[in-house]
């Protein structure tokens, strides 16, 4: 029997699938193959987390995009992977004497005269790191959804209710978006679990694979537990779709990063619900020939 197949019967005989109302399952997971998500958007293509790699999973037909939120100094939320702007910036060349060049030590204007593409390819130059506001506005544009990741919330304290009031302010927390167009991740439990305490009806994921003897207190406040591929069994994935989420449904899992068309397949018959990737086409195209 197929691992999702074995999920299912599981869940079933636990009770819980009688549980789910129908636009709980049509709104994350529990379709017939994982959906796949575009990680810092298509960016094995484009440079991750702009604008660019968001309007790339667009044009593949992605409607899922995954994204890093973190906050300026003088509290602007924009969108970046690391805590330093060194990497995916040309920071060292515009402000040379401010290293480590941390996203929390400069401000939004600042933030807003680096060039967030050059580092990747010429083609790109002139790309902007987003404020987290232009970000949502081209997803929304693009009909796209979005997997948001609080980023190192240790540094930016509020940054959970900062994010859901743009997220409001945007107009993404009435009941379609939430139904089935946004989901909020991070590394930090806390972080989760004061976004579901904020605002309930939010989708939540736990990034990390914790102990099976743990998920129980998870499933309090998260719909998803979102592990690294490497890890990763389908015993890991059943067990997890034992327990049902804060919103009545079994809680789902979305595993990350997968590039590679065997591991893809790999993870799908594990019977997860989402496939993070770089690649989102090759994934896609991996489960389709599956
Ligand atoms: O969405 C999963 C993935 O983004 C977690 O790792 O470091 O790429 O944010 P990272
Ligand atoms: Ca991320």
Redesign the pocket.
């Known amino acids: 029997m197929h691992a999702r197949a074995v999920a299912a019967t599981t869940t079933a005989l636990l009770g819980t699938t009688l549980l789910l109302p129908t636009s709980e399952v049509r709104a994350v997971g529990a379709y017939d193959r994982p959906l796949v ?1 575009a ?2 958007g298509a960016s094995a293509y484009t440079p991750e987390n702009t604008l660019p790699a968001i309007d790339k999973a667009a044009a593949l037909g992605i409607p899922w995009v ?1 994204n ?1 939120v973190q906050r300026t100094k003088d509290g602007e939320l924009v969108v970046i ?1 690391d805590d330093s702007l060194q990497r995916t910036t040309n920071v060292e060349e515009v402000f040379p004497g401010r290293a480590p060049w941390k996203v929390k030590d400069f401000t939004a204007a600042e933030v807003a005269r680096l060039d967030a593409g050059s580092w990747f390819g010429p083609a790109f130059a002139g790309t902007r790191v987003p404020t987290l506001e232009q970000y949502m506005r081209r997803v929304e544009h693009n009909h796209q959804k979005l ?1 948001l ?1 609080i ?1 190192n919330p240790q540094l930016y304290p509020g940054i959970e209710r900062q994010t859901l009031k743009l997220l409001g302010n945007e107009g993404w927390l009435d009941h379609r978006h939430l139904a089935s167009r946004l989901i909020v ?1 991070s ?1 930090s439990a806390d972080s989760v679990r004061i976004v579901h305490d904020l605002k309930p009806g939010i989708r939540t994921g736990f ?1 990390g694979q914790p102990s099976t003897a743990d998920l129980h207190q998870y499933a309090g406040f998260a719909d998803l537990i ?1 592990p690294s591929h490497g890890t990763l069994s389908a015993g890991y994935v059943s067990t997890v779709h034992a327990f049902t989420g804060p919103h009545g449904s079994p809680l789902r899992v ?1 595993t ?2 997968v590039d590679d068309a065997a591991r893809a397949r790999t993870v799908a018959g594990y019977g997860v619900d989402g496939i ?1 990737t770089n690649k989102p086409d090759v994934v896609r195209e991996a489960l389709d020939a599956s």
Do not use: A, G, S, Y
């Open positions: 998500v990680h810092r995954e890093d992977h997997l990741e980023k991740q590394f990034l979102n979305f990350w990063v993070i």
